[in-house]
């Protein structure tokens, strides 16, 4: 037998305790005011909570910044700070035959307090020796990338003249550059040809080997599609050639650069004239240490500088970051 039980709607619900009200119908019972009000409090706390958010972003974003300022900057300085130590030590142990760095930094106050004053043909100025050291590696550097990158490409480019020239290659690249400068003098019969010859047999070798290994490296679709669509040999050599040999033409130059204000220092001791190897040269003929260590970083200093030159450009015309 079953039976049924009938609850008035003012009678409490079983499973309901009396006097109190199921969430479900608070909500539905919920005023519009009550709602209103709830709204502007979720808009306080969400207008509230990127204020709050934002402050230890901000802290965080300056520790990051800070760290990696203080990254990019101590090791260098900890470096120069171990460099002026063991010089200091050095300095100390040999009897004061090698200048302290006291004393060069105070010497080197006096050479570029006037670095182009001209005192006659052998006595000029720190300044006027590097513009002719720098004049003298621009002009045979530029006549090594005239003939370099040109004889790469067409190297890279024809099996018959790559294996014709390799063996000449390999044989003359070892050669060391100062062994030109006897020939240079030879035929040119002059010490500034004769430095700038030496330059320039020394700078061809990076450009002739990296723009041939380049154009070699060229994927062969891309000369698929030029034999498909006929193109001439000056159009695959700009077209096709260029952009992609660019890289390695680049790297070239960078280390023919180098090689370059390596040798002219070596180069201008023996030929003697205007020049920052001939200042060296004669400064230890006058047993000025100084003036040498002086030298020793302005070489370093004009290298650096033009390292970091090509490193730029070389990080301008390709698509991916050139780092030393």
Not at 13 to 23: F, K
Not at 82 to 103: D, H, Q, R
Not at 106 to 120: E, I, K, M, T
Not at 173 to 182: E, G, I, K, N
Request: aromatic share 10%.
């Amino acid at each position: 037998m079953v039976s049924a039980v009938f609850h008035t709607p003012l009678e409490p619900t079983s499973g309901l305790a009396t006097g109190s009200t199921p969430t479900a119908m608070k909500n539905v019972a919920t005023s519009p005011n009550d709602e209103s009000t709830r709204g502007q409090n979720a808009l306080k706390t969400a207008a509230g909570t990127p204020t709050q958010a934002s402050q230890p972003a901000a802290g965080r974003d300056w520790a990051a910044l800070s760290r990696s300022f203080w990254m990019a900057v101590l090791p260098p300085v900890c470096g120069l700070g171990l460099l002026v130590a063991l010089w200091a030590v050095v300095s100390t142990t040999t009897g004061g035959n090698i200048p302290s760095p006291k004393a060069t930094w105070l010497q080197a106050l006096d050479v570029f307090s006037n670095p182009f004053y001209r005192n006659g043909p052998n006595d000029q100025g720190v300044g006027w020796n590097v513009l002719m050291s720098l004049q003298r590696v621009a002009i045979g550097f530029g006549m090594a990338a005239l003939v370099g990158i040109p004889a790469g490409f067409i190297i890279g480019r024809f099996k018959f003249l790559s294996r014709m020239f390799n063996p000449l290659i390999s044989l003359l690249r070892p050669v060391s550059p100062l062994a030109w400068l006897p020939i240079g003098l030879l035929v040119f019969k002059g010490a500034n040809p004769a430095a700038i010859w030496t330059i320039f047999i020394c700078s061809i070798w990076p450009m002739i080997i990296n723009t041939a290994v380049g154009v070699q490296r060229v994927p062969q679709d891309y000369m698929n599609v030029a034999r498909v669509l006929n193109l001439s040999e000056w159009k695959i050599a700009t077209k096709i050639l260029f952009p992609a040999v660019l890289p390695y033409m680049l790297t070239g130059v960078r280390l023919a650069v180098g090689t370059a204000w390596l040798v002219i220092v070596a180069a201008e001791m023996l030929t003697g004239g205007v020049g920052i190897g001939f200042w060296v040269w004669d400064e230890w003929n006058n047993l000025n240490v100084k003036n040498i260590i002086i030298a020793i970083f302005v070489i370093g200093i004009v290298g650096l500088v033009l390292e970091f030159a090509l490193i730029k450009l070389a990080t301008a015309f390709t698509f991916e970051e050139v780092k030393a």
